[in-house]
Structure formats: structure tokens, C-alpha cells
């Protein structure tokens, strides 16, 4: 039963986005904090990332977005009754901040106990020493390995082990200045790089078992000691490639179960070896790839970690939601199961499908660094493909990663040099699979890539089949292809566009060939239990077979397009920016329908929208459920740059677009229909110009004059934008940027150097327009807005400037016709205020006003979006008081080699807040007077 002692409760958040801590924690607070206000407790929240739902109002009773220090958590405790504190949502950052406090005696002092975990659990996990001892007293093997304190003691436990090696600093996340070290010349700088990361100065030093098959385990246990295993994850990468930078498969594909049953016991046992707790726990394995399938343990996480919502999203078991219940009292055998509302959460969901993640990087950000994966994390998100098999779920997850490729091959695109593969395959990069594939159809034996990569044969044989399938219809044409051939391409995953492409026709043709033939789409269920029990959640994937479980209501409904993978440039905000866009439509009366393939988030809890469709936000996937559907529009203006790019085809289609139109959505983007605008409505800008190659550039160039800024047209977070001094910059930035994108148009501005940026947010009905928020970024132009401090409202504009950018904002937003939100960015130089862009779209920065302001400003442009609401029915009351600072956030510690000059692409990972009284404030002062200096230089 529930301890009626706990009336209330602190959840620590994880803070800004970075590298290996990213929105899983914002879905696993949001989750917790809704799961214990359900049981009648007070939740306090402390998080001091505003992208966030979990610091939301609709989520917890009292929000802190304070700095993650211990000082702030005693001030909170100063001002509220908290009976216990629960650290096991907000990853590594949580849970180190939680030790920190209990170090300092600060639980104890307020007499706050903690629950989901306890300090003697996080001091034997986090400390590898007290972990291998642990491990050897309850008789679990692990690799030989030994703790250095000091960069002797390193040097003599190689010299006793031998190479290879891996190197793993203490109380740190995301494999933080881990590595494996080959030979003995890289062993220094490994060694000081593991050494200067962890907070303690410890490192583990393991033999390194290259090669062996990695598995995780996602483990809940209650009071009574009651234990269930929620989900088995297998690695598709070996050993050596940090599982969150790894390709991986549930349920596990190639354990025998005997080694599964084995497994399983080992992990139970570690888990309960560690402490007495009730709560969630990932736990990692090594299995060696001989028959023997000999198991070694590699690590335990006492918290809800990234693989908790991977694992809850594959299973439909709501890890983060049946952990809060755990730690407050309640058995497994007590809590209902949510998805069939008749079983109890006792029990270990059984999957009649497989998913497949596969991360998603942005090297392209971070030019120079070294993009071999290894045991530090470098992925800044991942997308997730359900399918009824694992080819199947591998080409979803890869249409959904949105890098410029129609899934797993048949686009054309093969690498054909076989020194570039050989070499490609013996050292991991983010492009690995595609090299394994492009190596299999050349000829290469399997038996090779499997020496050179460690990956298991049965993963290498499922890619060997698939090319085997393309060559078969490639024998074909659009007219002679036989009905059963393509229904096993579709069954194994492959888009309308491939099929296209291998048959030397359009996707269009093969779409309505397929009609035709009554291959279509239907829709299944994510149940938990292999559809033993009546599901009530309506959480859905697509695959191609004869019985369709979703049915279709008589509400009238709206379909709100996700963000897709999290990137750099299109981040939490987006999704933020969804879930709010499902509750407006909600309260409007919509049946509010959600699709997106990340499973990090928030928007892909089934509990959120009306119905849920885990499918890449891919053209064929979106129809498809369109036409499924019927639903009166779609909403294309809250997930980023990746509904945008559907607009086009939604309203080619005659789909109505909620909100803004696309024709506005494309003169906003259009640089040169836009500053025509500009032009007839006497709104100053950049002087600039658009060129299709480097010919046109250089002419373009000498009428402007240097510097230039350029860029690509439809790109988010700055991508590829550079400034240029001179033409042979231009000629090199112009060639490079064609051979990325062919056929965009280039975009050349002439740069105001040492102006002022500032932004404006507003909600615009057609009629009226309210400017939620001006921002006054601190570093001058040049910087991308992104990176840059900014500053809610200004510190410095003079009142004229602040008036004119309210004026500009309400003609543009009018001009372009704008329903919804739009976000107008402007440079201010010598008196002048010149536009540089508008999105007329949700922006990055709605979320942090609309924590500062504590106003819903999604909420109220969805309403009138959806046409429900007009801006004068609402009452606007922002909570303004002194100034929020948004300060972003940059995980360069992933990349030491690269160059860490800010510019116009953006870089940061995430974001945070501060508040502040007055401009006097010690912090701001310390920034402003650094750009004093710039501008002064």
C-alpha cells in the first residue's frame, strides 16, 4: 500500500539539453509528477531548462527554474513542506546533485528522505571500485579491470593488463572522456582526458572485450522485493560503441534463452545487491559471440536512464510512471496496467513486433572532429521504427532520421569504393549501417564485414536479404512486378520511394499501383501482451497485413506532425511546442491525433494525445494515416523545420494546413519574395542577393560587397551559414554547399558587422497581432541566435528601437497572413532596425517566454489556429518582474579536437534560464562586458 507518511514530493529535473542527457528526462519527470499528483501528492519540481514540459504548470504543483545547485534546493526547502525527495528522473545530473545535498547534510537537516533510490545504491554504482566489489562478493563476472586515482597509477595497471584497453571516469554520463585505447601511444592522453573528467579524479581501467554483443536490461522492483523484467535491448554495434551511439533492437534478437533465463537471474541479483529501494534500473551486459555466450556485467544505473524510454515506448509499460508509484509504497501486483486497464503492472510485457533505434548526429555542426564512435557518447538524438520484423523496423527507423535518405538503400546513393567501405567498416561512424549495407551489395562477403565489425551474423544476414529482395524486383518493371514481390518489399519496410526507385518509376505510380493491387497500410496496436488481453491505449505502428486495429471515430479530428529526431537546431522546444498544440486542440473539442518516431519525448507518451502513431514523419507514412483518418487538417507550425518541409505536399494534396498557410509558410522562406514585401511595406534590410553556383555568387558579391553572410534557403539552426570576407571564402562556402544540397538556392546577405540582434515572438489571428516577447541578444550579430545570451525583455534598446520592432512585428506578421505564431529576428546598427528573417512558425524561444511570462502561448495559438479562438478572447496577465537570461548550453567536451568559435550555425545542445532582479546582477554583468569588448575590439 501507499506510505501516507509522503504528502509531498521533490523531483529534481536534468537540466539543459547535452550530449547523453537529453529529453527522456523531461518525459521520465513529466511522467513521474503526473503519476504522483494522480495519488494526491504535492509535486515540487526543480529544472532550470524552460524547453521543457516537465517544468511546466500542468505538471507539477510548484515549478523551480532555479540553477541546479544545492543552495537552491535548501531555499526551496526553506520555503515548502517536503516529506521525500526523488533524484531517479533527472539522470546523472539528479542523482549527483542529490549525493552532493546529502553530503552536505541538507535531506537530513530538513528531514526529507529519500526515495526510488538510496545513497548506498548510487555510492556502489558510481563508484567502480565499490561496484567490482560488490560484483565479486555475490560471485558476478566482470572484466579484469582496476581504479587509478593518479596518472601513475594508470600506467602501471596497463603495463600489468595489456592492450586494448578501456578507460571509465567515475560519477560521470554519456561515457563522459571515456575511450578504448589500442596500443600504447594514445594511452597518456586517454588516461589525463579520464582522469580531468571525472569529478572525483577516478578512473576504471577494463580489459577491453572488443567484440563481445552488449544487451541491457530494464529492471522494476517493489517493497516486497517483487521483481519484473521490463524489456531486453541488444546492441546491434559490439562492445566499443557507447549504447547510446549504437543501432539497438528489442525484444534481443540472438540470445539463446537459456542465456537470456541466465541473464535475467544476474541482473535480479544485482539489483537487489546494491540496496534495499523500490524503483526502476538498467543493467548492462557483455556476452561473448561463441556458443558458450559466456555473460560478463558491465554496469548498473539505480535511475530511469535514457534506455527506460526507449524501453517504455517499445513495450507500452510506462517505466518512469510505475517507478514514482513504487517509490511512494504501492507493489507491482497493486498498480493497474494502463494499457489494458485489467491487468496489474506485475507481469513482463511479451512484444509481437520489433523496434529498432538508430541515433541521430550532427557531425556537420562540429567540423574537424572525430567521428569515430566509441565509449563517448556523440549522437544528439535517435528515431525509433516499430515493424512486425526487424527489416521492417530498421527501414522505418532510418526514413525517419531525416538525413537526406528514403530508408535503408534503393536511393542510388551506394558508396562503391571498396578501400573507403573496408576502412568504413573496421572503424565505427555515424554512417556505419549504410556502409554495411553499400559493402554487402558490392560483393563484399558477409564473413569479412563480420571480422571487421564484430556484428553479429544474423543481423549482417537480414541487410544480405534485403539487397537479395532488390535485385529480385529490380528484374521488374512498374507493370510486370508480380502482386507477392510487392507486398514482401513492403512487409520488409520499404517506402513507396524506394520501390520507385529500383522499378524506374515515380512514387506516385507505385502508390497507386499498390492500391490498385490492395496492398495497404494497416494499423496495429502496442499492447504489452502479444494481444493476450483488450488494449484500451490507442498507441499505434503501421505494417502491411490483412487486419487494421485502429478505428476510426466520429469526432472531428486534427493530426499534429512531430519533430522527429532530436538535432541540433531542432530540439525540445518543438516538442514542447506539440504536446501543448494536442491539449489546446483537446479543449477545443478535436480528437487530437499525434505522430512522430521519437522516442525520447514527451508528445510520444500514449497518454497524451487522443491517439498516437509511432511512424516516421515521412511523406508516405503521413498520407497514409491521413487518408486513414479523414481528419479536418493537419497542424504543420509546432514541429520545426521537419513539418514545415511537408507543408508543400500537404497542400499540393488539397489537405487543409490549420494556421498559416503554406503559400505565406513559402514567402517567408523565399528571400526574395520576402524582401519585396519588406520593400513595399518601407521596412529596412540587408541588402542581399540569390545565386544558383559559384558564377552568380561572384557577381552578386561585387554589388553588395564584403563581408557576405551565406546560406542555404529552408534550413533551422543555421545550417551551413558562413561569413565570407572575400571571393575565394565565396567560391569554396558556394561549391561546398551545392555538392550538400544540389539544387537549393543560395542566399548571400550583406553582413551588418557589430550590430545589435534582437527577436520578437507574437500570436498573430489575421486580424490582430500580441507580441508575447522581445529578446535582446547579448553577443552582436553574427552569432547564431541560438548561441547567444539573450536577454527577456531588453537591457539596453532605446525606447524608439523597442517601438519600431513592435511596429515591424505587427505589419509583418499581418502582411504574411500569419495564423498562429511568428518569430521576426532584427539588427539594430546605428539607430536602424533592419529585418533579417521571419518564421512564421513556432520558434526556440516560445517556450522560454512563455516560462518567464508563466503565459500558455501555444495553448492560445493553437485555439486560433484551429479557428476556435480570436486573440481579444483571451486575457493576457504576463508575470513580468526583472529580467530572464536564456543562456545556451554546448557539449564541445565530446569533441576536444574541433574548433569552438561560435558563428552563424548553430552549436549549442540545449538551454538554460536565469532570472535576475536588475541589470546590476553580477552574472549579467560579467556577459555584457565581455560583448562590450568585442564591440570595442
Not at 857 to 880: E, Q, R, S, V
Request: proline content about 4%; aromatic content about 8%; charged content about 25%.
Amino acid at each position: 500500500m501507499k506510505d501516507e507518511s509522503i504528502k509531498s514530493v521533490l523531483i529534481i529535473g536534468s537540466g539543459p539539453i547535452i550530449i547523453g542527457q537529453a529529453c527522456e528526462f523531461d518525459y521520465s519527470g513529466s511522467q513521474a509528477a503526473r503519476s504522483l499528483r494522480e495519488e494526491g501528492i504535492e509535486v515540487t519540481l526543480i529544472n532550470s531548462n524552460p524547453a521543457t514540459i516537465m517544468t511546466d504548470p500542468v505538471t507539477a504543483d510548484h515549478v523551480y527554474l532555479w540553477p541546479l545547485e544545492p543552495k537552491y534546493i535548501e531555499k526551496i526547502l526553506q520555503e515548502r513542506k517536503v516529506d521525500a525527495v526523488l533524484p531517479t528522473m533527472g539522470g546523472q545530473t539528479a542523482l549527483n546533485l542529490a549525493m552532493k545535498c546529502e553530503e552536505l547534510g541538507i535531506w537530513k537537516k530538513y528531514n526529507v528522505r529519500m526515495i526510488g533510490v538510496d545513497i548506498n545504491a548510487i555510492k556502489i554504482t558510481e563508484d567502480r571500485d565499490l561496484f567490482r566489489a560488490k560484483m565479486e562478493e555475490i560471485g558476478i563476472p566482470m572484466a579484469p579491470s582496476k581504479i587509478a586515482r593518479s596518472f601513475l597509477e594508470g600506467k602501471t595497471i596497463a603495463q600489468e593488463f595489456g592492450f586494448p584497453l578501456v578507460i571509465r571516469p567515475s560519477f560521470t554520463l554519456g561515457g563522459s572522456g571515456g575511450s578504448v585505447v589500442y596500443n600504447k601511444e594514445d594511452f597518456d592522453a586517454a588516461l589525463n582526458r579520464g582522469l580531468q573528467t571525472s569529478p572525483i579524479h577516478e578512473v576504471l581501467i577494463d580489459k577491453a572485450v572488443i567484440g563481445w554483443k552488449e544487451f541491457e536490461l530494464e529492471l522494476l522492483r517493489d517493497k516486497n522485493d517483487n521483481v519484473a523484467i521490463i524489456c531486453s535491448i541488444e546492441n546491434f554495434d559490439p562492445m566499443g560503441v557507447h549504447t547510446g551511439d549504437s543501432i539497438t533492437v528489442a525484444p534481443a534478437m540472438t540470445l539463446s534463452d537459456r542465456t537470456y533465463q541466465k541473464m535475467r537471474d544476474m541482473a535480479i541479483k544485482m539489483m537487489r545487491s546494491i540496496g534495499n529501494f523500490a524503483g526502476g534500473c538498467n543493467v548492462q551486459f557483455a556476452v561473448s559471440p561463441d556458443e558458450k555466450e559466456e555473460i560478463i556485467a558491465v554496469e548498473i544505473n539505480p535511475r530511469v536512464s535514457r534506455s527506460s524510454a526507449l524501453a517504455s515506448k517499445a513495450t507500452g509499460y510506462p517505466i518512469a510512471r510505475i517507478a514514482s508509484k513504487l517509490a511512494i509504497g504501492y507493489t507491482l501486483d497493486e498498480i493497474q496496467n494502463q494499457i489494458t486497464k485489467s491487468t496489474s503492472a506485475f507481469f513482463e510485457p511479451a512484444l509481437d513486433y520489433v523496434i529498432v533505434k538508430i541515433p541521430r548526429w550532427n557531425f556537420d555542426k562540429f567540423k574537424g572532429a572525430n567521428r569515430e564512435l566509441g565509449f563517448q557518447m556523440k549522437s544528439v538524438g535517435e528515431a525509433m521504427g516499430i515493424g512486425r520484423c526487424f527489416q521492417e523496423a530498421l527501414q522505418k527507423a532510418a526514413q525517419s532520421l531525416e538525413i537526406k535518405r528514403n530508408g535503408l538503400g534503393a536511393d542510388g546513393r551506394e558508396i562503391t569504393d571498396q578501400k573507403v567501405l573496408l576502412e568504413a567498416l573496421q572503424k565505427p561512424s555515424w554512417n556505419r549501417l549504410f556502409m554495411i549495407y553499400d559493402a554487402i551489395k558490392l560483393g563484399i562477403s558477409i564473413n569479412t564485414i563480420h571480422k571487421l565489425t564484430h556484428i553479429d551474423m544474423w543481423f549482417l544476414r537480414q541487410i544480405e536479404e534485403l539487397i537479395a529482395l532488390e535485385q529480385e524486383i529490380q528484374k521488374y518493371t512498374l507493370d510486370t512486378i508480380p502482386r507477392e514481390l510487392l507486398l514482401e518489399a513492403k512487409q520488409k519496410g520499404y517506402a513507396d520511394r524506394q520501390i520507385a526507385h529500383l522499378l524506374r518509376c515515380l512514387e506516385s505510380e507505385v502508390h497507386k499501383k499498390r492500391k490498385e493491387l490492395g496492398i495497404g497500410r494497416v494499423f496495429k496496436l502496442v499492447d504489452t501482451c502479444a494481444a493476450e488481453f483488450e488494449a484500451k491505449t490507442p498507441y499505434y505502428y503501421s505494417t502491411f497485413e490483412q487486419e487494421n486495429e485502429s478505428i476510426v471515430s466520429d469526432k472531428k479530428k486534427v493530426i499534429i506532425l512531430g519533430s522527429g529526431p532530436n538535432r541540433i537546431g531542432q530540439g525540445i522546444e518543438f516538442d514542447y511546442a506539440c504536446v501543448h498544440g494536442v491539449l489546446a486542440a483537446q479543449e477545443c473539442g478535436y480528437e487530437a491525433i499525434m505522430i512522430n518516431c521519437n522516442p525520447e519525448t514527451v508528445s510520444t507518451d500514449f497518454s497524451v494525445a487522443d491517439k498516437l502513431y509511432f511512424e516516421p514523419v515521412f511523406w508516405e507514412h503521413i498520407y497514409d494515416i491521413i487518408q486513414h483518418e479523414k481528419p479536418e487538417g493537419v497542424i504543420v507550425q509546432l514541429g520545426g523545420q521537419t513539418a514545415l518541409k511537408l507543408a508543400e505536399k500537404i497542400d499540393r494534396y488539397g489537405i487543409k494546413i490549420f494556421g498559416t498557410q503554406f503559400k505565406s509558410l513559402d514567402l517567408a522562406e523565399d528571400r526574395g519574395s520576402f524582401s519585396t514585401l519588406l520593400k513595399n511595406c518601407n521596412i529596412p534590410y540587408p541588402k542581399f542577393g540569390v545565386a544558383e553556383d559559384a558564377d552568380q555568387a561572384l557577381k552578386v558579391a561585387k554589388e553588395l560587397g564584403y563581408p557576405l553572410l551565406v546560406r542555404p534557403s529552408y534550413v533551422l539552426g543555421g545550417q551551413s551559414m558562413k561569413i565570407v570576407i572575400n571571393d575565394e571564402e565565396l567560391e569554396q562556402h558556394i561549391v561546398k554547399l551545392l555538392q550538400d544540397i544540389p539544387g537549393n538556392k543560395i542566399l548571400l546577405d550583406h553582413f551588418l558587422e557589430g550590430a545589435i540582434e534582437a527577436e520578437a515572438d507574437a500570436i498573430c489571428d489575421g486580424e490582430d497581432v500580441y507580441i508575447i516577447g522581445i529578446m535582446e541578444h547579448i553577443e552582436p550579430a553574427g552569432i547564431h541566435s541560438g548561441d547567444s545570451y539573450a536577454v527577456l525583455p531588453p537591457f539596453d534598446l532605446s525606447d524608439e528601437v523597442i517601438k519600431t520592432i513592435e511596429e515591424y512585428t505587427r505589419i509583418i506578421a499581418l502582411e504574411l497572413k500569419t495564423v498562429g505564431l511568428i518569430n521576426i529576428q532584427f539588427a539594430i546598427k546605428d539607430g536602424v532596425v533592419y529585418v533579417i528573417e521571419a518564421n512564421p512558425r513556432a520558434s526556440r524561444t516560445v517556450p522560454f517566454i512563455a516560462k518567464a511570462y508563466q503565459e500558455p502561448y501555444i495553448n492560445y495559438a493553437t485555439k486560433i489556429m484551429l479557428g476556435h479562438n480570436k486573440l481579444k478572447d483571451f486575457k493576457f496577465n504576463p508575470k513580468k518582474k526583472g529580467y530572464a537570461i536564456k543562456i545556451p548550453v554546448f557539449s564541445f567536451e565530446k569533441f576536444p579536437d574541433i574548433q569552438k568559435e561560435l558563428g552563424p550555425e548553430m552549436k549549442s545542445t540545449g538551454e538554460a534560464i536565469y532570472f535576475i532582479d536588475d541589470l546590476h546582477d553580477e552574472y549579467f554583468q560579467k556577459v555584457y562586458s565581455e560583448r562590450n569588448l568585442y564591440l570595442s575590439r
